[in-house]
Nanobody, 115 residues
Framework: QVQLVESGGGLVQAGGSLRLSCAAS????????MHWFRQAPGKQRDLVAT???????NYADSVKGRFTISRDNAKNALYLQMDSLKPEDTAVYYC?????????WGKGTLVTVSS
C-alpha cells in the first residue's frame, strides 16, 4: 500500500525559508516520478514541482528560482526547499505520485507566509 506523509510546514515571515519533507512507503522513490502540489484557500490544487526518476526537475513559473525539489533514495523521501517565501505561497502542500494506475496523495502540510 502506498503511503505519503508530509511534514515541515508552519508559519514563516515573507522572505523566509522552509523545508518540506515527504516520507514515502509502498513505492521505490528512486524509480518513481514524484510531485509537490499546493492548494490555497478557495483555489484549485496546482502543480508546484516535479522530479523524474532520472533526477530531472520541473517547476511552476511562480516558484522557479525560489523552490528546489530533491529526493533521498536511501530514505525513500522527497523534499521541497522553499526560499524567499511570499504571502502568495500560503497553501496546503501535498506530496503526490502516480503509480499502478492510481494517483496517491498525502494529507498535506500547511504553509503560512505572513507579510
Amino acid at each position: 500500500q502506498v503511503q505519503l506523509v508530509e511534514s515541515g510546514g508552519g508559519l514563516v515571515q515573507a522572505g523566509g525559508s522552509l523545508r518540506l519533507s515527504c516520507a514515502a512507503s509502498g513505492i521505490a522513490a528512486s524509480i518513481t516520478t514524484m510531485h509537490w502540489f499546493r492548494q490555497a484557500p478557495g483555489k484549485q490544487r496546482d502543480l508546484v514541482a516535479t522530479i523524474l526518476s532520472g533526477g530531472s526537475t520541473n517547476y511552476a513559473d511562480s516558484v522557479k528560482g525560489r523552490f528546489t525539489i530533491s529526493r533521498d533514495n536511501a530514505k525513500n523521501a522527497l523534499y521541497l526547499q522553499m526560499d524567499s517565501l511570499k504571502p502568495e505561497d500560503t497553501a496546503v502542500y501535498y506530496c503526490s505520485v502516480y503509480v499502478y494506475g492510481t494517483r496517491y496523495w498525502g494529507k498535506g502540510t500547511l504553509v503560512t507566509v505572513s507579510s
